[in-house]
């Protein structure tokens, strides 16, 4: 019971239930209707605020799973995407990008999850005060009037790839150019929205379809008569993917920015700080005093952040084995890049590649289960 509109929680659902050889009710996907005449093992729900939901959940009396971040009912297991570490990252990916002004968009209050937007806006702005920057908030009634009396270039997070998309279109209507005047990064990577939006979006990957995946595998184990979890299974955001919205090296330095291109061009090769140094037309003493004023960190560690964003990427998106993108990236050795990835990360590369890819299992994809 999905009432949910980003398709890729269902898919995460069904690609378990597919390993599992379980039959699901999936009218809800279709018509948003609870099914009145369903009588069955479990629930999956995302209770939201639908009381018909919160019913059928009381009156079935069956092991139930709750994705909805949020009050919904009490007592219920609970898989809840990590809207702190959602912002933390997107801050993260802000700072190096050389952005100095950075905000939290809150969209219309009337629509906008109030949850969604108290954490992940406490994330992002935990993020970029420890980097030193300088954060604002937006409010949805007075953006536009807010946003022109703050410095430039912006850099602006939306709750979801939905409002940042709709962000997008009111700043070109009133000729705020994006990403040179405000750049948006969003959440979700929402396909649909990437497709048609005016400026490409740059977006948190939250890892949504392992959310459904995970609420699957805890019915399951549920069903098994386990014992729920004594908190809710929290679901970490996978990498930022990047596109125009945010293309924009803004530093306010210029052989900072040098160093930063240089960096984004070349962090698959054996280079050295002392290299980009050249590259930037300083010593190696001058860049990292100006590297850490303006982008808040030591230049070795901001090309680890590039190379590791990379390794996300392959990870998500190829077969590469991780050896050969270990060296492909410009890590050392492979047992280097595992052991710096699982201190960053908190997973191996091959638990990253699991739950990045859990889309790879849908039923009917090539390399996806076939015992039903």
């Given at each position: 019971m999905?009432?949910?509109?980003?398709?890729?929680?269902?898919?995460?659902?069904?690609?378990?239930?597919?390993?599992?050889g379980w039959v699901l009710d999936g009218s809800m996907a279709h018509f948003g209707r609870v099914p009145a005449d369903w009588h069955g093992d479990g629930i999956i729900a995302f209770s939201a605020n639908r009381a018909d939901i919160l019913d059928k959940i009381q009156n079935e009396n069956v092991p139930t799973v709750d994705m909805f971040n949020g009050p919904g009912m009490p007592g219920l297991p609970r898989v809840w995407i990590d809207?702190?570490?959602?912002?933390?990252?997107?801050?993260?990916?802000?700072?190096s990008r050389g952005f100095q002004e950075i905000g939290y968009f809150y969209y219309d209050p009337e629509v906008a999850n109030p949850l969604n937007e108290t954490e992940r806006s406490a994330g992002l702005r935990q993020g970029v005060q420890a980097a030193g920057r300088r954060f604002h908030s937006v409010t949805f009634d007075q953006c536009v009037a807010q946003i022109r009396k703050l410095p430039r270039p912006l850099a602006l997070m939306a709750q979801n790839d939905v409002v940042g998309d709709w962000l997008i279109h009111k700043l070109r209507e009133e000729g705020l150019r994006v990403p040179q005047d405000v750049a948006v990064i969003g959440v979700?990577?929402?396909?649909?929205?990437?497709?048609?939006?005016?400026?490409?979006?740059?977006?948190?990957?939250?890892?949504?379809?392992?959310?459904?995946?995970?609420?699957?595998?805890?019915?399951?184990?549920?069903?098994?008569?386990?014992?729920?979890?004594?908190?809710?299974?929290?679901i970490?955001?996978?990498?930022?993917?990047?596109?125009?919205?945010?293309?924009?090296?803004?530093?306010?330095?210029?052989?900072?920015?040098?160093?930063?291109?240089?960096?984004?061009?070349?962090?698959?090769?054996?280079?050295?700080?002392?290299?980009?140094?050249?590259?930037?037309?300083?010593?190696?003493?001058?860049?990292?005093?100006?590297?850490?004023?303006?982008v808040g960190e030591p230049i070795s560690r901001h090309l680890l952040r590039i190379r590791l964003d990379h390794a996300r990427e392959g990870l998500a998106d190829a077969d590469e084995k991780i050896e050969n993108l270990a060296f492909a990236l410009g890590f050392k050795s492979a047992a280097y890049f595992c052991t710096v990835f699982r201190q960053e990360t908190g997973l191996t590369p091959a638990e990253f590649r699991h739950r990045a890819r859990i889309r790879e299992r849908r039923p009917g994809r090539k390399n996806g289960s076939s015992r039903h």
């Open positions: 999905l009432g949910y509109y980003v398709r890729e929680v269902h898919h995460g659902v069904v690609a378990y239930a597919h390993e599992a809207n702190e570490a959602i912002g933390r990252m997107a801050g993260d990916y802000l700072v979700d990577t929402d396909e649909l929205y990437r497709a048609f939006s005016p400026v490409p979006q740059t977006s948190v990957d939250s890892n949504m379809e392992y959310q459904g995946y995970a609420a699957a595998k805890l019915l399951d184990h549920l069903l098994q008569g386990n014992s729920p979890p004594a908190s809710p299974v929290m970490q955001p996978v990498r930022v993917v990047e596109r125009k919205s945010t293309s924009l090296l803004s530093s306010g330095h210029g052989a900072t920015n040098k160093a930063l291109a240089f960096m984004q061009e070349r962090y698959a090769e054996p280079i050295t700080v002392n290299t980009i140094a050249r590259h930037a037309g300083l010593s190696r003493y001058h860049l990292n005093e100006h590297f850490q004023q303006h």
